[in-house]
Nanobody, 121 residues
């Protein structure tokens, strides 16, 4: 069994910062990409940022220059540092990881339960 557990969401004023964390645990043989997605009420889930195990990163245009994704591969953890937050960043943020479980031959996508980020004055 594999779990992704997120933390770090909350309420912040415009211009403020938050740091999200997501730790993968369980019977894991390997992790390829890890990333963050978000979903605002009434909208589709969208990519925020991803990072491969080798360090290649990808960002949505809307967050470039403000958000930074980083991984600690030894701890199966991914972080999202969010600076200069805007009200339009308000959403539930979900962690995603492409994981190979021990004794399995296929890679599967796993999701965390989501953490709420609200940017409001």
């Amino acid at each position: 069994q594999v779990q992704l557990v997120e933390s770090g969401g909350g309420l912040v004023q415009p211009g403020g910062s938050l740091r999200l964390s997501c730790a993968a645990s369980g019977s894991i043989s390997g992790i390829r990409a890890m990333g963050w997605y978000r979903q605002a009420p009434g909208k589709q889930r969208e990519l925020v940022a991803t990072a491969t195990s080798g360090g290649t990163t990808n960002y949505a245009d809307s967050v470039k220059g403000r958000f930074t994704i980083a991984r600690d591969n030894a701890k199966n953890t991914v972080f999202l540092q969010m600076n200069s937050l805007k009200p339009e960043d308000t959403a539930t943020y979900f962690c995603n990881a492409d994981i190979l479980r021990r004794f399995y031959l296929t890679w599967d996508a796993y999701w965390g339960q989501g953490t709420q980020v609200t940017v409001s004055s």
